[in-house]
C-alpha cells in the first residue's frame, strides 16, 4: 500500500476529484504500479481518503516520479496521526509524516483497521445513514426512469453478489476499466442520495459501505442490507443462488440469470448481451493481436470464440480473455462445433468425425497450432478437448 501526501493547497483538488469521481496527477512512490491502492495524507486533516494509482510513474522535470490518481473515496471522516500513531505504534512514518510512503502487508491490515475502528467513523457517518426499506423503495422507484441499462447492470450484479470491488462492477457494467463505472455507479447514487436528502463526501456510502479486499487487494463495497431488502421487495432482479459457491467470486456466491418475472430484465437483456459480447471481443483481441493459429491481422473478419461456451461458463469466465481464442471464420466455426480443438501444447487436435480429404478444403493441416498457450487457458482447452471426445463417442 502507498502512501500519498497532500501539499495544503491541494486540500480541494482532492475534495473535488472525489465529488466529480475524476482522476487527478499525484507524486507518488517510483516504485508504483497502476492498481496499487493508496490512502491519502492531508497535513491539516489527516487520513481523508482511499485512492487507487492508474497509471506507470513519470519522472517530471522536478525530478518527481508522477501518476495519475483516481477512484478517489474520501473516508467517513478525517483520521488524525495521533489516533494512528497509538493503534499502530510499531509504524514509525506517524511519527514525522515528512514525504510519501509504502507500508508492507502487515502494517496495511493493522492501519485498515485502526482506520474501519476510529470513532469519529460513527458520529459522522453511521448515525446519518439509517434508512427504512420502504425509503430506499421509494428512492428507487423514482430513479428508475432516468437509471441506464449500464447502471441497471452494476446494481444487478450489487445486488446478487453483496460485496464488489469498483473494478468488479466495471466487468458487469460492460466497462474495461474502472474510472467510466465509478463516475456511472457515483452518479445513480447520487441520484438515490438526493431523494433519500441524505449527504455524503461518497456518493457509494449511500447504499454500501467499504467491508475489506478481495482476493486481488482492491477494496470492497458491501450493499447495504436495508437496500437488499428494497430490491428484492420491488423485484427489480432475480436473487443470488446462494446455495452454489463459486471460488472466483469474493463474496461465495453465483450470479444467476434474471428470470422473466423480475422487472429490469427486458430493459437491460439486448443491451447486456451485445456489452459483454462487445468487451469479450476487445479483451481477446487485445490479447492475441491476430490469428491464433494462422497470424491473420485483418481485424473486420475475426471471431472471438469462446473455448468453454458462453452457456457453461461461470460468470467470471465468460468475459475472460483467456478462454476466449481470436480466429479466422472457417477456424472459428470449426471449433464452435468441436470439430477442432488444441492439445496443451498448442497443436492441433481433429476430430474423427471431421473426414480427413475434406481438411485442406476447410484450410486446416496437422503442422497447425496455437501460437502461444498461456497457462490459464489450460483448463479452459483441456474441457474443450473433453467435449470434442463425447462427440466422438456418440458418432460411434
Not at 254 to 271: D, G, I, L, N
Request: hydrophobic letters at 35%; one cysteine or more.
Amino acid at each position: 500500500m502507498r502512501i500519498l501526501m497532500s501539499a495544503k493547497d491541494e486540500k480541494h483538488s482532492v475534495l473535488r476529484a472525489a465529488k466529480r469521481h475524476a482522476s487527478i496527477s499525484w507524486q507518488v512512490p517510483k516504485d508504483s504500479r497502476p492498481g496499487d491502492q493508496a490512502l491519502v495524507f492531508l497535513p491539516e486533516d489527516g487520513f481523508s481518503a482511499r485512492c487507487m494509482i492508474e497509471t506507470t510513474p513519470r519522472r517530471n522535470k522536478n525530478g518527481h516520479y508522477v501518476a495519475r490518481v483516481g477512484n478517489i473515496e474520501l473516508l467517513p471522516a478525517p483520521v488524525p496521526l495521533s489516533y494512528l500513531r497509538k493503534q499502530v505504534a510499531e509504524w514509525g512514518w506517524p511519527k514525522k509524516p515528512l514525504h510519501y510512503t509504502s507500508i508492507d502487508e502487515a502494517i496495511a491490515n493493522r492501519v485498515e483497521k485502526a482506520l474501519r475502528n476510529y470513532p469519529g467513523n460513527i458520529a459522522r457517518s453511521i448515525s446519518k445513514k439509517r434508512f427504512t426499506v420502504a425509503q430506499i423503495m421509494d428512492a428507487l422507484e423514482s430513479v428508475e426512469p432516468i437509471l441506464t441499462p449500464y447502471q441497471l447492470m452494476m446494481l444487478e450484479a450489487h445486488y446478487q453478489y453483496r460485496k464488489l470491488s469498483m473494478g468488479r462492477l466495471a466487468e458487469y457494467g460492460g466497462y474495461d476499466n474502472y474510472g467510466a463505472a465509478n463516475l456511472q455507479y457515483g452518479k445513480m447514487c447520487s441520484r438515490i442520495a438526493k431523494e433519500l436528502g441524505f449527504r455524503s463526501r461518497s456518493k457509494t456510502f449511500t447504499i454500501a459501505s467499504v467491508c475489506g479486499k478481495d482476493s486481488d487487494g482492491h477494496f470492497q463495497w458491501e450493499l447495504d442490507d436495508v437496500v437488499v431488502k428494497a430490491l428484492k421487495s420491488l423485484r427489480w432482479f432475480a436473487p443470488a443462488a446462494e446455495e452454489c459457491i463459486v471460488k472466483d467470486n469474493p463474496a461465495g456466491q453465483k450470479c444467476t440469470e434474471s428470470a422473466s418475472q423480475y422487472r429490469m430484465t427486458e430493459k437491460m437483456a439486448e443491451v447486456k448481451q451485445r456489452v459483454h459480447a462487445d468487451l469479450f471481443r476487445k479483451r481477446v483481441k487485445d490479447l492475441w493481436r491476430s490469428c491464433s493459429v494462422t497470424g491473420c491481422e485483418i481485424e473486420s473478419v475475426m471471431n472471438a470464440s469462446h473455448i468453454v461456451p458462453w452457456k457453461d461458463g461461470k460468470s467470471k469466465q465468460r468475459l475472460d480473455q483467456y478462454n476466449g481464442l481470436w480466429l479466422i471464420p472457417n477456424l472459428d466455426r470449426l471449433f464452435d462445433r468441436h470439430l477442432i480443438s488444441f492439445q496443451e501444447d498448442g497443436s492441433l487436435l481433429v476430430s474423427r468425425k471431421l473426414p480427413e480429404k475434406e481438411w485442406a478444403k476447410l484450410g486446416i493441416n496437422k503442422g497447425q497450432k496455437l501460437r502461444f498457450v498461456k497457462p490459464e487457458m489450460l483448463p479452459y482447452l483441456k474441457k474443450h478437448r473433453a467435449t470434442l471426445r463425447k462427440g466422438e463417442k456418440s458418432r460411434s
